[in-house]
């Protein structure tokens, strides 16, 4: 099995999730970037 490097998953959007309007405030420390409305 390959070692999987975080640089990866970025380029990957795996860290993508919630839809940039539907976040909570308390968790801003935890997000890196915005790409198409969508943290």
């Known amino acids: ?3 999987i490097e ?3 998953l970025l380029d990957a959007g795996v860290h993508f999730g ?10 801003a420390p935890y997000i890196f970037m915005e ?4 943290h």
């Open 1 to 3: 099995m390959s070692k």
């Open 6 to 8: 975080y640089k990866d």
């Open 18 to 27: 919630h839809l940039t309007r539907k976040w909570d405030p308390r968790m």
């Open 35 to 38: 790409k198409n409305g969508i």
